[in-house]
């Protein structure tokens, strides 16, 4: 719950928005919300190659808010541009995550790795008198490939142009795909023989003595990025 105070002092601007002036106003305002989740589980075990076992774990969630219309100084809040909005909002969230993990066997030890994990999102307004559903928003990532980030992210409308809802064949609006590449080599530095913090050391060295070169570590990345916006319905 929210509870909001007002005090104006008396102005050509308030007095022509018919505003009482040199008093107190007050305005409350609340919100509300509950939401639930899980995790459900699935296992396979294929022993093949070194793999000894794979799981997905589905998360799925759903959410419920509302906040009733509240019209009780609303001028107040309109005009200062302090307060909760007073329109009435009631909608709900439901999404759903993927996650696919493998075991596998590495020198004889167990290791666990996340292969992939795709995830998605909705909502639905009651209060709109159309197009009540959300876009579709998904997203695609492999998140356990060595030095290189995959991602990618999908936009659906469930609606035709028309105004139909399409629920098993929505439109692709948008779409987005990104990866990187981060990695390291080493670049030798000096002579053979040579350490430049040794001021002791003067000339080549002697026979069978091992060379000495330093080494310096570079790092470097790169990225790309492709997206793509289709026809939106109107």
């Known amino acids: 719950a929210y509870d909001n105070w007002y005090y104006l002092p008396y102005s050509d601007q308030a007095d022509s928005a018919h505003l009482q002036t040199n008093g107190l106003k007050s305005r409350q305002t609340w919100t509300s919300s509950v939401s639930l989740s899980t995790q459900l589980f699935g296992m396979v075990a294929p022993n093949i190659f070194s793999?000894?076992?794979?799981?997905?774990v589905l998360s799925p969630s759903v959410s419920f808010g509302?906040?009733?219309?509240?019209?009780?100084?609303?001028?107040?809040?309109?005009?200062?541009?302090?307060?909760?909005?007073?329109?009435?909002?009631?909608?709900?969230?439901?999404?759903?995550?993927?996650?696919?993990?493998?075991?596998?066997?590495?020198?004889?030890?167990?290791?666990?790795?996340?292969?992939?994990?795709?995830?998605?999102?909705?909502?639905?307004?009651?209060?709109?008198?159309?197009?009540?559903?959300?876009?579709?928003?998904?997203?695609?990532?492999?998140?356990?490939?060595?030095?290189?980030?995959?991602?990618?992210?999908?936009?659906?409308?469930?609606?035709?142009?028309?105004?139909?809802?399409?629920w098993w064949n929505p439109t692709l609006k948008t779409i987005s795909i990104s990866s990187g590449y981060r990695g390291s080599f080493k670049i030798p530095v000096g002579l053979p023989g040579f350490n430049e913090t040794d001021t002791t050391r003067i000339g080549v060295p002697s026979v069978g003595e091992a060379p000495s070169i330093d080494a310096k570590i570079v790092r470097f990345g790169i990225s790309q990025r492709y997206s793509e916006t289709r026809g939106i319905s109107p």
Do not use: C
């Not at 793999?51 to 997905?56: K, Y």
């Not at 709109?128 to 579709?136: C, G, P």
């Open 51 to 56: 793999v000894v076992g794979l799981r997905h």
């Open 66 to 166: 509302y906040q009733p219309k509240i019209t009780r100084n609303q001028q107040y809040s309109s005009f200062t541009g302090v307060g909760g909005s007073g329109y009435e909002s009631k909608n709900v969230s439901l999404s759903v995550g993927n996650q696919l993990q493998m075991k596998y066997l590495r020198d004889g030890k167990e290791k666990k790795a996340d292969l992939l994990k795709y995830n998605f999102s909705a909502s639905y307004d009651f209060v709109r008198t159309q197009r009540r559903w959300s876009n579709l928003n998904s997203n695609l990532s492999s998140p356990n490939i060595k030095n290189l980030t995959l991602e990618m992210s999908f936009v659906h409308d469930f609606y035709a142009s028309d105004g139909r809802l399409r």
